[in-house]
């Protein structure tokens, strides 16, 4: 966890073998409304698709899509929405 010791030859390899995390971030915000629902086709393409990016994406890196950082403030502007627009 700490390279600071290491050679550098033996930091070289670390990174040679390190799989690269990503976090996607979906609608940290209320109104961001599209975010969760793009990131469960997101997730699906990237589970499931053959096509690239998704394929090679599996192959080489973890991905971490949660579809919503804020369900609470999701779930209020739902409420707004259909109390004042319909």
Do not use: I, K
């Amino acid at each position: 966890a700490d390279p600071r010791g290491l050679s550098d030859d033996e930091r070289e390899a670390l990174l040679d073998e390190a799989v690269p995390f990503v976090f996607v971030a979906l609608a940290m915000h209320a109104t961001e409304c599209a975010g969760p629902g793009f990131g469960l086709e997101f997730g699906h393409l990237l589970a499931t698709s053959d096509a690239e990016p998704y394929a090679s994406a599996r192959e080489r890196l973890v991905v971490f899509v949660p579809p919503c950082q804020n369900p609470d403030g999701v779930d209020r502007v739902a409420h707004w929405y259909r109390r004042t627009v319909g």
